[in-house]
């Protein structure tokens, strides 16, 4: 590896995907002991692989379909300070297994590390300002917790735990509350996310007769999927005024009920189309996009700045300045900057289609929208991402004055240090989709299985899976389908 | 021997730097009477559901309906223990605190429980098993219950308060005591618990 390389770090999560960029500063001639602090800053980094390049296994065996190898590459991961990410992980592929109950219990623990993280220790703050960000307890963040409740929310569901369910929808609800007065106040990233988790769990809610929750969770998400829309296109999932005016009529809200069909005069009808929807489909695809880390590595050279030094060298060489350029520089330390940016993940799967028995396709709408939630979040998180590093870079700088002031071998030993710590923190939750999609359907009683096809740009099946299903007369069931491709 | 500040700084900056590797302190498990009240997270925990079932046995048993059943019929009522709706935003096992009312109300010997609706299936299961299987001397019959003649039942509601590392909980357990043949409620009991929960920012 070339030291002087401005380019992605060993972090890099996506190497099948993109190519580095690799500037070199040319003519540098630096002696070979200075090499070797380089040398061994690297040799001290091989052995430390992050959490996330311990998944790209695990990701790989889940692109290549198998399920049981990608469990089996998890399991060979510890978690270590990167718990709540274990917890994660743990959740998420315990339910591609069918073992909701293990998923819930990981997805409860991850819930309550959470919390505990949010009291920030002192000393892991003082240590990560010396070494790097991937030093702290991975604390996760707002856009990974809140799909907790809707990994849930679906676990329960499967285990038949339908009042466990309804807590957990409760339990996000209030989480993410939603202030009907205060929603021009709303970012993108939030509009978007509480937008989809109203409509989720105002359909529960509603299924399950709880129609006093149901009105206010399904008032919200429609209120919300419109502002969406007005503000950056957010499509209105195509059943949800239906559902929305289904949910006030139960409640008996007359006012809500002629406010929403005056505009909408079709509405009556749809809600009784929508009474013979009884199931309900999530499709996932695609990844969310990762975090690689961008490493900038320069030399710093020696400068002789004070004037007797000047006086001396004007002396010796008068006015040729090229001549003192040629001189072969001293170098003074390496200094090495790291910090992430997010790319995304290549998705081949551009739509979805749901076959009936009757040959009916179905075509899936956007639900949530993973990609532009995680960009959201991760701007979010950048200010304080950039301004870390900064002080780290500052942080370090003085540790590495004091031990060159001390003495030259404990200079070359902090820098050693400080080359091999400096690592972005590149850990995210990486097996979540790029997006979910959703579609409503009314299936025949007696019908077993449904066809789910995923799409590339061309209309080409990139994957096709046959889905089963128990549909009732009355009721809907929650079915969720995920394509790696 | 004499340490310049420059060294000083730096060997205390190598110990923080240890530090930092050492955070992971060792799990120890010792065991606690069951009557000690610990809270951890907040949440709800064996206080809550001890509080609420110490509340609602001290009430349902001194309340009018016992005495008055009693006078009209010259003999303890028979309760069934139906469902607890839970309604809050926390996954509580409503069992744990119904176990107790139910234990309370045996052990009192003024009212008779009959087994619940999940309970009965597998008795029933047993005493089908006997019609086939059992000596005619220790076959159970068949529809010879007891039939109950009130029902417990009830909800817990819960609502929240937080900002900024601090969180108020508030539950309220209502639980209802409907005669089974007018749906009279013959007893209601509640119990409110409000907790306060503040956590710290920061830790060394």
Same mark, same amino acid.
């Given at each position: 590896?070339?030291?002087?390389?401005?380019?992605?770090?060993?972090?890099?999560?996506?190497?099948?995907?993109?190519?580095?960029?690799?500037?070199?500063?040319?003519?540098?001639?630096?002696?070979?002991?200075?090499?070797?602090?380089?040398?061994?800053?690297?040799?001290?980094?091989?052995?430390?692989?992050?959490?996330?390049?311990?998944?790209?296994?695990?990701?790989?065996?889940?692109?290549?379909?198998?399920?049981?190898?990608?469990?089996?590459?998890?399991?060979?991961?510890?978690?270590?300070?990167?718990?709540?990410?274990?917890?994660?992980?743990?959740?998420?592929?315990?339910?591609?297994?069918? /073992?909701?109950?293990?998923?819930?219990?990981?997805?409860?623990?991850?819930?309550?590390?959470?919390?505990?993280?949010?009291?920030?220790?002192?000393?892991?703050?003082?240590?990560?300002?010396?070494?790097?960000?991937?030093?702290?307890?991975?604390?996760?963040? !707002? =856009? @990974?917790?809140?799909?907790?409740?809707?990994?849930?929310?679906?676990?329960?569901?499967?285990?038949?735990?339908?009042?466990?369910?309804?807590?957990?929808?409760?339990?996000?609800?209030?989480?993410?509350?939603?202030?009907?007065?205060?929603?021009?106040?709303?970012?993108?990233?939030?509009?978007?996310?509480?937008?989809?988790?109203?409509?989720?769990?105002?359909?529960?809610?509603?299924?399950?007769?709880?129609?006093?929750?149901?009105?206010?969770?399904?008032?919200?998400?429609?209120?919300?999927?419109?502002?969406?829309?007005?503000?950056?296109?957010?499509?209105?999932?195509?059943?949800?005024?239906?559902?929305?005016?289904?949910?006030?009529?139960?409640?008996?809200?007359? /006012? @809500?009920?002629?406010?929403?069909?005056?505009?909408?005069?079709?509405?009556?009808?749809?809600?009784?189309?929508?009474?013979?929807?009884?199931?309900?489909?999530?499709? !996932?695809?695609?990844?969310?996009?990762?975090?690689?880390?961008?490493?900038?590595?320069?030399?710093?050279?020696?400068?002789?700045?004070?004037?007797?030094?000047?006086?001396?060298?004007?002396?010796?060489?008068?006015?040729?300045?090229?001549?003192?350029?040629?001189?072969?520089?001293?170098?003074?330390?390496?200094?090495?900057?790291?910090?992430?940016?997010?790319?995304?993940?290549?998705?081949?799967?551009?739509?979805?289609?749901?076959?009936?028995?009757?040959?009916?396709? #179905?075509?899936?709408?956007?639900?949530?929208?993973?990609?532009?939630?995680?960009?959201?979040?991760?701007?979010?998180?950048?200010?304080?991402?950039?301004?870390?590093?900064?002080?780290?870079?500052?942080?370090?700088?003085?540790?590495?004055?004091?031990? $060159?002031?001390?003495?030259?071998?404990?200079?070359?030993?902090?820098?050693?240090?400080?080359?091999?710590? @400096?690592?972005?923190?590149?850990?995210?939750?990486?097996?979540?989709?790029?997006?979910?999609?959703?579609?409503?359907?009314?299936?025949?009683?007696?019908?077993?299985?449904?066809?789910?096809?995923?799409?590339?740009?061309?209309?080409?099946?990139?994957?096709?899976?046959?889905?089963?299903?128990?549909?009732?007369?009355?009721? #809907?069931?929650?079915?969720?389908?995920?394509?790696?491709? | 021997?004499?340490?310049?500040?420059?060294?000083?700084?730096?060997?205390?900056?190598?110990?923080?730097?240890?530090?930092?590797?050492?955070?992971?302190?060792?799990?120890?498990?010792?065991?606690? /009477?069951?009557?000690?009240?610990?809270?951890?997270?907040?949440?709800?925990?064996?206080?809550?559901?001890?509080?609420?079932?110490?509340?609602?046995?001290?009430?349902?048993?001194?309340?009018?309906?016992?005495?008055?059943?009693?006078?009209?019929?010259?003999?303890?009522?028979?309760?069934?223990?139906?469902?607890?709706?839970?309604?809050?935003?926390?996954?509580?096992?409503?069992?744990?605190?119904?176990?107790?009312? !139910?234990?309370?109300?045996?052990?009192?010997?003024?009212?008779?429980?009959?087994?619940?609706?999940?309970?009965?299936? @597998?008795?029933?299961?047993?005493?089908?098993?006997?019609?086939?299987?059992?000596?005619?001397?220790?076959?159970?019959?068949?529809?010879?219950?007891?039939?109950?003649?009130?029902?417990?039942?009830?909800?817990?509601? $819960?609502?929240?308060?937080?900002?900024?590392?601090? =969180?108020?909980?508030?539950?309220?357990?209502?639980?209802?005591?409907?005669?089974? !043949?007018?749906?009279?409620?013959?007893?209601?009991? $509640?119990?409110?618990?409000?907790?306060?929960?503040?956590?710290?920012?920061?830790?060394?």
């Amino acid at each position: 590896m070339n030291p002087y390389r401005v380019g992605r770090s060993r972090d890099y999560v996506g190497a099948r995907h993109a190519s580095p960029l690799q500037p070199k500063i040319q003519n540098s001639k630096l002696p070979l002991k200075h090499l070797a602090v380089i040398g061994l800053a690297f040799l001290f980094l091989e052995g430390c692989a992050t959490f996330s390049q311990n998944m790209v296994p695990v990701r790989d065996s889940l692109i290549a379909g198998d399920i049981p190898k990608a469990v089996a590459d998890f399991k060979k991961i510890s978690a270590g300070k990167d718990d709540l990410l274990h917890m994660l992980q743990q959740g998420y592929l315990s339910q591609l297994s069918g /073992d909701w109950l293990d998923s819930n219990n990981a997805f409860d623990a991850a819930e309550k590390r959470y919390e505990e993280l949010y009291t920030v220790s002192i000393s892991n703050e003082v240590f990560s300002l010396l070494t790097s960000d991937n030093s702290r307890p991975y604390r996760s963040n !707002e =856009q @990974e917790m809140a799909l907790i409740p809707y990994y849930r929310i679906f676990n329960y569901l499967q285990l038949g735990k339908a009042d466990d369910a309804m807590v957990e929808a409760r339990k996000a609800n209030d989480k993410h509350k939603v202030d009907l007065t205060q929603t021009e106040k709303m970012g993108e990233r939030d509009i978007r996310f509480k937008a989809f988790l109203n409509y989720y769990t105002g359909l529960l809610f509603a299924s399950r007769g709880e129609n006093n929750d149901a009105i206010v969770s399904l008032r919200t998400a429609f209120k919300l999927y419109r502002l969406g829309n007005t503000k950056f296109s957010l499509p209105v999932p195509r059943w949800l005024p239906a559902d929305y005016y289904d949910a006030a009529i139960q409640v008996g809200l007359k /006012d @809500e009920v002629r406010r929403l069909s005056d505009p909408y005069p079709e509405i009556a009808a749809m809600a009784s189309k929508n009474h013979h929807n009884n199931v309900i489909l999530f499709l !996932e695809s695609g990844f969310v996009p990762y975090r690689e880390g961008i490493d900038i590595f320069l030399p710093i050279l020696k400068t002789d700045d004070d004037k007797e030094a000047a006086k001396t060298y004007y002396k010796k060489y008068g006015g040729d300045i090229y001549a003192y350029q040629a001189r072969p520089p001293k170098l003074d330390q390496f200094l090495r900057i790291s910090y992430p940016k997010l790319t995304m993940f290549p998705s081949a799967v551009a739509s979805m289609k749901v076959v009936l028995p009757n040959g009916e396709s #179905l075509s899936t709408e956007r639900g949530l929208n993973l990609g532009i939630e995680t960009d959201l979040q991760f701007k979010q998180d950048s200010g304080d991402i950039l301004l870390r590093t900064f002080i780290r870079t500052l942080a370090k700088q003085g540790t590495l004055k004091s031990a $060159q002031d001390s003495s030259k071998g404990l200079g070359d030993l902090m820098n050693i240090f400080n080359v091999a710590t @400096e690592q972005a923190d590149t850990r995210s939750w990486l097996l979540l989709p790029e997006r979910i999609d959703l579609v409503k359907a009314s299936v025949p009683a007696g019908t077993a299985s449904l066809t789910v096809k995923f799409l590339d740009a061309d209309g080409n099946v990139v994957e096709e899976k046959q889905v089963p299903v128990n549909p009732q007369a009355h009721g #809907l069931q929650w079915i969720t389908v995920r394509c790696f491709k | 021997m004499i340490l310049s500040t420059k060294s000083r700084m730096v060997a205390l900056l190598a110990v923080l730097s240890l530090a930092g590797f050492w955070g992971c302190a060792s799990r120890t498990v010792s065991r606690i /009477d069951p009557g000690t009240q610990v809270d951890l997270s907040g949440d709800w925990n064996d206080t809550d559901a001890k509080l609420v079932s110490e509340e609602m046995i001290n009430d349902c048993l001194k309340a009018p309906w016992l005495l008055r059943y009693s006078k009209k019929t010259g003999k303890s009522p028979t309760v069934i223990a139906g469902s607890i709706i839970n309604k809050s935003m926390e996954h509580i096992a409503t069992d744990v605190f119904l176990m107790d009312i !139910e234990r309370a109300m045996i052990n009192s010997g003024s009212v008779e429980v009959v087994a619940s609706n999940v309970e009965r299936g @597998e008795v029933r299961n047993e005493k089908a098993d006997q019609q086939v299987n059992a000596s005619p001397e220790t076959l159970k019959k068949m529809g010879m219950e007891q039939g109950a003649d009130y029902m417990l039942i009830g909800q817990i509601n $819960q609502i929240n308060d937080a900002e900024e590392g601090k =969180q108020l909980k508030y539950y309220q357990t209502d639980l209802t005591l409907v005669n089974i !043949e007018t749906n009279v409620k013959t007893w209601v009991g $509640q119990k409110k618990i409000k907790k306060y929960i503040g956590q710290g920012k920061f830790q060394p």
